[in-house]
């Protein structure tokens, strides 16, 4: 058989070791070298352009349903449980905690429940939106395991690395959370990012209050095209009397936007992390569909004062 294999930035040094695994059982093997975001991103293009028969994408569960030929390869990670005794401390005057993880450690889930259990915490695992696929799983974008039993816990526990993950899901919920990241050796609260992220919003919303043409970006990834919404929006902005075009790209580029001088702002329809994430990498506001409808409201207020 002919294979495209595919893995995340994180797993593509091993990505040799798999490639002759495959080809010791006799298949035809080549690895995509492009930039990796998740199972929303699979090299359907390349798998297609190539004729493969199949498409392996490494270390993630499946995102949306595709039209190809594509097995989902889960990568487990055992990260150590040193860190949860520390974790306890912190959470003493928490009884209800919510508990979430990334799919390279939901196997350990379990584990670390029983953990708060036997010392006298009761643990919600929640579920997802759907873009997830498991009870206690959050990506990027679907904190869904989270925001769900926001209403019934006192504190929130993420376990896993880095604060990609986690991010997204304190900036929707209310309550304390608390970030276990087992490879850094870190355990702290991190509900003082919601602070910080509401007034980079504000400022974001305040300095695109000038502008009159609006870049609409789209992507081509399988699990982050939205079309439709870039069109909604380009009429919403149009029937304001302001500009607006869809621009188009796989992975966007930012010093290729940065070359769109013609935009006074950019309005993300793709991975809704890039609005939160990326904003220091352009030169002009970039804004999510929400804060696009924030600033076109605002607009108006203004103009109809100054009437
Ligand atoms: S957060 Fe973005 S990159 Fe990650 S799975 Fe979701 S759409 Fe893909």
């Known amino acids: 058989m002919r294979i495209l294999i595919q893995f ?43 004729n493969v028969d199949k498409l392996i994408h490494y270390g993630h569960a499946e995102f949306n349903k595709v039209d190809f030929n594509v ?18 401390e912190l959470l003493k005057d928490f009884k209800t905690i919510g508990l979430v993880t990334t799919v390279q450690h939901l196997h350990q889930l379990e584990a670390i429940k029983r953990f708060y259990e036997s010392n006298g915490k009761t643990v919600l695992i929640g579920k997802p939106f759907g873009f997830a696929k498991h009870p206690g799983q959050i990506l990027g974008c679907d904190i869904g395991s989270s925001s769900s039993v926001d209403s019934k816990v006192d504190a929130h526990v993420y376990f896993g690395g880095g604060i990609f993950h986690p991010l997204g899901a304190v900036l929707n919920t209310k309550k304390p959370f608390l970030a276990i990241e087992p490879f850094d050796n870190k355990v702290e609260f991190i509900d003082k990012l919601r602070e910080t992220y509401q007034k980079r ?74 609005a939160i994430d990326d904003v220091d990498r352009l030169r002009k506001p970039l804004l999510s569909a929400n804060e696009l409808m924030q600033v076109l409201s605002m607009k108006k207020e203004l103009t109809a004062l100054q009437k």
């Not at 919404?229 to 304001?240: C, P, T, V, Y």
């Open 201 to 274: 919003s504000k400022g974001k919303i305040l300095s695109s209050l000038k502008a009159s043409s609006f870049a609409i970006m789209v992507t081509t990834k399988n699990g982050q095209h939205n079309m439709r919404l870039a069109e909604i929006l380009k009429k919403k902005i149009e029937s304001d009397g302001l500009s607006a075009a869809i621009v188009v790209a796989n992975t966007f580029d930012f010093d290729s936007l940065n070359n769109m001088m013609e935009f006074d702002a950019f309005v993300n329809t793709a991975c809704p992390r890039i």
């Open 71 to 88: 097995e989902y390869v889960p990568y487990e990670i055992d990260a150590p449980l040193d860190l949860l005794p520390k974790s306890l």
């Open 8 to 50: 995340p930035e994180g797993l593509k040094q091993k990505a040799l070791e798999y490639a002759k695994s495959l080809e010791a059982k006799g298949d035809e093997v080549i690895i995509s070298a492009s930039p990796n975001f998740g199972a929303c991103d699979l090299a359907l293009d390349e798998a297609r352009n190539l």
